[in-house]
């Protein structure tokens, strides 16, 4: 089952903003709004920070966006914070096999 | 708040089986979905596969002939067994709940390490 395609790494200084893309195919990105973003710090497990392409859910700052063009998800932090440095993975439903496929992460470095 | 407390075996041999629970407390359990998803070391994340109350399952395709997910209602638990293992199968495995109608996992256990070597 192939997965979703990010960076391995994206870098940022505060108050910066960042785009962490995420390719995947017409069978999951290209057509779903499935698509979810995670953040996990070292040693934690991840937390959802978007689910169906935009939504944020309780407690998520608004510095996090998500959006979509083709095949091709993004996730967008503003304002960048020492916080928010982390590993970042996507996810999207794929109907390949009616299930979930993640991103290979990427590491954001805030500078 | 929903919180998930998962526990089993953390050091296995080749070709044995993987035995993981997850026990859902301060929340509803019957009618969501519930799920595990692996990371292998400095790797991104896996989805193993789902199951619901009523243990309907869904498996991730390239684990399917592995796989058993099922489910204790009357204990608000849910279990994983991975048979077979090989070295490969070393990764930290997460119990987690699936909001299914948009495919995300909102709650997460904090993680077991499983570790497969002779």
């Known amino acids: 089952q192939s997965g979703l395609t990010q960076p391995a790494s994206v870098s940022g200084s505060p108050g910066q903003s960042i785009t962490i893309s995420c390719t995947g195919i017409?069978?999951?990105?290209?057509?779903?709004?499935?698509i979810s973003w995670y953040q996990q710090f070292p040693g934690k497990a991840p937390q959802v920070v978007i689910y169906?392409?935009?939504e944020r859910p309780s407690g998520i700052s608004n510095r996090f966006s998500g959006s979509k063009s083709g095949n091709t998800a993004s996730l967008t932090i503003s304002g960048l914070r020492t916080e928010d440095e982390a590993d970042y993975y996507c996810?999207?439903?794929?109907?390949?096999?009616?299930?979930?496929?993640f991103g290979g992460g990427t590491k954001l470095t805030v500078l | 708040q929903v919180q998930l407390q998962q526990w089993g075996a953390g050091l296995l041999k080749p070709s044995e089986t993987l035995s993981l629970t997850c026990a859902v407390y301060?929340?509803?359990?019957?009618?969501?979905?519930w799920g595990w998803i692996r990371q292998p070391p400095g790797k991104g994340l896996e989805c193993i596969g789902e199951?619901?109350?009523?243990?309907?399952?869904n498996y991730n395709p390239s684990l399917k002939s592995r796989v058993i997910i099922s489910v204790d209602t009357s204990k608000s638990q849910f279990s994983l067994r991975l048979s077979s293992l090989t070295a490969a199968d070393t990764a930290m495995y997460y119990c987690?709940?699936?909001?299914?109608?948009?495919?995300?996992?909102?709650?997460w256990g904090k993680g077991t390490t499983v570790t497969v070597s002779s």
């Open positions: 987690a709940r699936v909001v299914l109608t948009s495919h995300y996992f909102d709650v």
């Open positions: 017409i069978n999951d990105v290209g057509t779903y709004n499935l």
């Open positions: 169906e392409l935009t």
């Open positions: 199951t619901n109350t009523n243990g309907d399952t």
């Open positions: 301060g929340g509803s359990f019957n009618g969501y979905y």
């Open positions: 996810s999207s439903y794929t109907d390949r096999s009616n299930f979930v496929v």
